[in-house]
């Protein structure tokens, strides 16, 4: 984008809140919560504040670090909640997730975590205040604000049992979110966001339910994003998980080599990738991307507390590097900075920033 120089500097997803920071929403509207006018000056000034950290590492693309997720279950599970208790359609309580009696191993825990929802009737668009969040955010804000959308209709509809209403099944309950989730975007866009990220881990899915699902990903994908204008990046971010780890077991096994080949197609701009965690693997299936596609590529570990030394991101970079051009690259963060302690995630930023700024240099030909 326009906006942005060579080899931009963003994050993914949460950010740690500030330490004074514990309002919790617990399922309101965010208008409603903030009748008390306390609650929402706290929640604007700790937009402030990550937004803050962000600005004095230097990084290019910013965003509100979620400060409107909850801290239910899985350290962010609101990931997940936020959207099933702002749509209408479902039922508050946590459900048992609807595949836990199939689960072996870790996978039984984790599904035990997530939980699951029950539909009961119509899924409709509800209070999710996207918009709002964003005004909030771009307000507070120097640089190009990005907005994070989701969990996604497909991994959403994964979790769902269904016990009323018109929706049978989780195909019909993804398009049905798709459609909540399109007006969300749509007026994010009205507001004058230039950067939607659609978060989806329901790209995994298929590994699990069989190849078969990749078509319904990918329709339920365009359904979502496919009617963003012109002018406006749109990115999807399909995580490695930061809950528990990077092992890769379950839906993720494979890494991004089972899955990415089947959404080369998608009308995405950019695939917002996890590499560092893995310590770059897989980056070569960058060289298959179509030409009219890039990366935001992962370049920071944040399920570990070491910071990066700016000659090791820099590594990180050149790897990536050896298999897309520098004009098709942004440098992000993998997912979730949520779980660090918030000085260890101000000191990764700028570690990204700086390492960036070593390649760009080499590049260009810049002196520092």
Not at 260 to 270: C, R, S
Not at 322 to 341: Q, Y
Request: net charge negative; with cysteine; hydrophobic share 45%.
């Amino acid at each position: 984008m326009s906006d942005l120089p060579l080899l931009p500097t963003t994050m993914v997803g949460s950010y740690p809140r500030p330490l004074w920071y514990r309002d919790q929403l617990e399922g309101r509207d965010v208008l409603e919560a903030w009748k008390v006018q306390a609650k929402e000056e706290a929640y604007v000034d700790a937009v402030r504040t990550v937004l803050t950290d962000q600005h004095d590492a230097g990084l290019d693309l910013v965003a509100d670090g979620q400060m409107w997720f909850d801290d239910y279950g899985m350290g962010i599970g609101s990931f997940l909640w936020y959207w099933f208790e702002r749509v209408h359609g479902f039922s508050p309580e946590k459900r048992p997730h609807p595949a836990l009696d199939k689960a072996e191993g870790r996978d039984a825990w984790a599904l035990a975590e997530a939980g699951g929802v029950a539909v009961i009737g119509p899924v409709e668009r509800g209070p999710l205040r996207l918009r709002t969040l964003y005004e909030i955010a771009q307000r507070a804000a120097s640089r190009p604000v990005k907005a994070c959308v989701g969990a996604g209709p497909v991994q959403l509809a994964t979790m769902a049992h269904f016990e009323g209403g018109p929706i049978r099944n989780r195909y019909e309950l993804s398009h049905a979110l798709a459609g909540v989730f399109a007006e969300e975007i749509a007026d994010l866009v009205d507001a004058g966001c230039r950067h939607v990220q659609l978060e989806d881990l329901g790209a995994w899915m298929p590994n699990l339910s069989g190849e078969r699902d990749f078509a319904w990903v990918n329709e339920v994908v365009a359904a979502t994003v496919g009617g963003v204008p012109e002018g406006v990046e749109v990115s999807w971010h399909f995580c490695l998980g930061n809950a528990w780890g990077n092992s890769l077991e379950g839906m993720t096994r494979g890494g991004y080599a089972s899955v990415l080949h089947q959404y080369l197609e998608a009308p995405v701009h950019k695939y917002v990738l996890d590499f560092a965690c893995r310590d770059m693997v897989d980056a070569h299936l960058l060289a298959d991307l179509p030409a009219d596609k890039g990366i935001a590529a992962g370049v920071i570990d944040v399920r570990s507390l070491e910071v990066e030394a700016p000659e090791q991101v820099a590594e990180r970079i050149r790897t990536v590097l050896r298999h897309i051009d520098a004009e098709r690259v942004t440098l992000t963060t993998d997912c979730g900075m949520k779980k660090l302690p918030r000085p260890c995630a101000r000191q990764k930023l700028r570690a990204l920033v700086e390492g960036a700024a070593i390649v760009r240099r080499e590049l260009t030909g810049e002196r520092a």
